[in-house]
């Protein structure tokens, strides 16, 4: 079967995954389980969950706490968008040509509609208890997707690009760096390191997987800084150069354009190397990756 | 020793124990770890920790995931706080005489520093696992904690709350009853279940202990309700009916002034003998109930 179809495959695989755990919509607060559930069915790659399950396949895993877990890393995926978008944070009215969340149900629900979304992430991986109550890769698993997707993870990277935006500051290289791991790669570490946690991968293999994500994680980044400049490329009729005016920085701006191909070029290899080097089946996952970081859009 | 003292020693105690479990300050996201702290440590009674120490102890508990939960739903009722305030929500600048986050580090960070007190809730009690990774009650806390904290808890009270308000909705009794149980109890409950479930309380123990915790909750809250009611009547001089204005709509207004007060002490000494009748010792806690349901501000 073509990669394509593959995808396709699994992202509705996904979805009805992403079904299954959202809660009904009945009661006196269905306004807000409407609104979660909005929030996760607009749509979207379904990358990090997918990941996950890539991860947890390539080891042989059997621990049934995969799906509470690949549906929680959506929802927290989720609410950070959801709260990305709020007029006090980046103010978008639509994304991926839907109406955002508080676009739909107004300010105060969007608020809401994160929080609830990112409680209810950790309540349905939590749950997975109810299915294997001694399992201890449960907890370690909670404990690497709170990181993961907290202060040291990318709550941490929002918090800084946020606040350099505010400032209009020129961010140094290192910060530049520090907001691409964290609010960017963070999830996706969560995702392979939890994958792997779930399935019993060694402490070394979780975390040549995370080194994978990290890596999978920048080079994405990465190649969407060098789509947006070819992007405004094209609109403008003319190239952008060092000029850009009260733009924001980016990668590109560090290290120019084609430096930044490079990077993504060699972090991608090296992502690839050290994957293979786990000696695992890893053919789907691998053209994820290639996929992902050779996206021309 | 006298109730006031033992309880200044024990608010002291538990905010020597938040100091320990809260984030130092340092890093690129350093902002976002002062809002944190500051929103934690700008005071409150610290109710809900304590109640969850108290049935801890009652029960005879020993496991050491006790102080990371505490600090875990103090975390909790903070977020809902700081979320709360914003200007999207009450739109509140002051809470106990000091700024609200969001009117000292601004709207996003207050966003964000809410987004981060939650995860972080979940990243610190999930880590007692760190401690005790085979403790099968640290999942079952887990599972009590996010479930009284998520849409069919806290949130899920407050969403009603808010839709009513934004909607200028005259609310059923019943509704009311939702608002309540989950708005105010749910977390009242999360402290005495945790407590119980981490010291090894049996399932009934801590059913009743939930019973309890709901019952205080709603005499706590219609108290809330009766000194909202009493404190307008003397700014105005003169008594308020059931003329009340474009008032929102409370226990009272349904009730009347006597009926809630009687409801009050019926409530307190439904829980006060369900609590005794688990045959342990229970001064402090009993003691804090009253203090709770009988003040005067």
Do not use: C, W
């Amino acid at each position: 079967m073509d990669f394509e179809k593959q995808l396709q495959e699994k992202i509705a695989q996904i979805e009805a995954l992403l079904q299954a755990y959202l809660p009904k919509e009945e009661g006196y607060q269905r306004t807000i389980l409407e609104a979660m559930n909005y929030s996760v069915m607009a749509g979207g790659k379904r990358l990090r969950p997918m990941m996950m399950q890539e991860a947890y396949i390539m080891f042989g895993g059997t621990s049934q706490a995969i799906g509470p877990f690949m549906a929680a890393l959506e929802m927290i995926h989720t609410y950070s968008l959801v709260h990305d978008d709020l007029p006090a944070m980046d103010n978008d009215l639509y994304r991926r040509g839907k109406k955002t969340t508080h676009h739909v149900y107004g300010e105060a629900m969007g608020i809401l509609a994160g929080d609830a979304l990112l409680n209810y992430a950790y309540e349905t991986a939590a749950k997975s208890f109810l299915l294997e109550p001694e399992n201890v890769n449960i907890g370690k698993a909670l404990i690497k997707l709170s990181e993961k997707a907290g202060v040291y993870g990318m709550v941490g990277g929002q918090v800084v690009d946020v606040e350099a935006e505010k400032k209009q500051e020129v961010i140094t290289k290192e910060k530049l760096d520090f907001i691409h791991h964290n609010k960017t790669a963070a999830l996706i570490e969560a995702a392979l390191a939890v994958g792997g946690i779930l399935s019993g991968a060694s402490d070394t293999e979780v975390q040549k997987l995370e080194l994978v994500a990290r890596k999978i994680g920048l080079a994405f980044q990465i190649q969407d800084d060098i789509l947006d400049v070819i992007g405004k490329e094209e609109v403008l009729g003319k190239p952008i150069g060092s000029d850009a005016r009260n733009e924001k920085v980016t990668y590109v701006t560090y290290e120019g354009i084609e430096k930044s191909k490079e990077d993504v070029a060699r972090l991608t290899d090296e992502a690839l190397e050290l994957l293979h080097s786990l000696g695992k089946e890893d053919s789907f996952l691998s053209e994820l990756f290639l996929h992902l970081v050779n996206r021309e859009k």
